[in-house]
């Protein structure tokens, strides 16, 4: 059975930063495309940054410049950097690997 744990979350001063961590078992994460989606208080799931299997990442205009996906595939894991992070930027954070998600973690950015 696949599992998407992540973890990293927390709490966090405007201007801080935080790494979120994506790691997965049942399942391995070498060949697939992951993602990072948040969630916001009364807001729709968006997509916030992914990268494929090579490698290649996108992002969210609202995030460019500043959250950087990576993966290691060694670990099985993909993270989020979040640098200067933005009240705005409060949400769950959800780790994505088609079809599956994951729980999400909770990231709270205080002005």
């Known amino acids: 059975q696949v599992h998407l744990v992540e973890s990293g979350g927390g709490l966090a001063q405007a201007g801080g930063s935080l790494r979120l961590s994506c790691t997965a078992s049942?399942?391995?994460?070498?060949?697939?495309?992951m993602a990072w989606h948040r969630q916001g208080p009364g807001k729709q799931r968006e997509l916030v940054a992914s990268?494929?299997?090579?490698?290649?990442?996108n992002y969210a205009d609202i995030v460019k410049g500043r959250f950087t996906i990576s993966r290691d595939n060694a670990k099985n894991t993909v993270y989020l950097q979040m640098n200067s992070l933005k009240p705005e930027d409060t949400a769950v954070y959800y780790c994505y690997c088609y079809p599956r998600w994951g729980q999400g973690t909770q990231v709270t950015v205080s002005s």
């Open positions: 990268i494929s299997s090579g490698g290649s990442t």
């Open positions: 049942g399942t391995i994460l070498s060949g697939k495309a």
